[in-house]
């Protein structure tokens, strides 16, 4: 599934090809979208790489190839404003005459998954909801996240558990977060701030740890516990 942002630039770098024959120039590409920075469109370059939607030409300047369309890029999408949350889960709901009363248990909303990876797009919606012990939580509001991806593995979160998340929008260095880059992507990392500068950190050396402004990174959430289904 492509974000909102990823599917628009795939369509101005497709419509653009067959037009004129010459990709866009990043400077373009970042009107077209209304972006703030050109970093933005190398993210979103380098997404639309590893879903296989785009390719990069070595050794030519401007050169890209668009290596497959989505089934639904069809007409051009039409821009909406951003509700930052989660991409939409997959897990059936479960009938609420079918949850067995329990003590000392409470139940959240999971709002769809959280990338523990390569970032991505987040949007508003209830998927399901589960029942977590109330010791588990917090003061103030709740929600859960289905994890995808394995850069935070070595924290011991994996593919596929379901993270406890207390609203928040500051954490303590250290802290395990939901961060929203730039009101367009959502992750799950670590924070660490020095200075001016925000790094996220994975739990993972096979990613690198990225670093932003303080302008680029929101935190959404912390991390207050894991629910692991075998």
Known sequence: MLTTKQHALLVFIHERLQATGVSPSFEEMKEALDLK?????????????????????????????????????????KKQPFVPEVIEGSRSKVPTSLRPAND?????????????????????????????????????????????????????????????????????????IVALIEDEEATLKRIRRKGNSIALEAANPAYETRIFGPNQVKV???????????
């Open 104 to 176: 000392g248990m409470e139940e959240l909303s999971v709002l769809g998954r959280i990338a523990a990876g390569t970032p991505i797009a987040a949007i508003q919606h209830e998927q399901n909801r589960i029942m977590v012990p109330a010791a588990m939580l917090g003061t103030g509001e709740h929600f859960a996240l289905e994890v995808q991806g394995d850069s935070m593995i070595d924290a011991g979160i994996h593919d596929g558990d379901t993270v406890v998340i207390q609203r928040c929008d500051d954490a303590p260095n250290g802290d395990i």
């Open 37 to 77: 920075s050109k970093s933005g469109i190398h993210r979103l370059i380098t997404a639309l790489e590893e879903r296989g939607f785009l390719r990069r030409l070595p050794h030519k300047a401007r050169a890209l190839e668009v290596v497959k369309l989505p089934d639904a890029m069809a007409a051009k999408p």
């Open 220 to 230: 959404q959430g912390r991390l207050r516990g894991l629910i692991r289904l075998y």
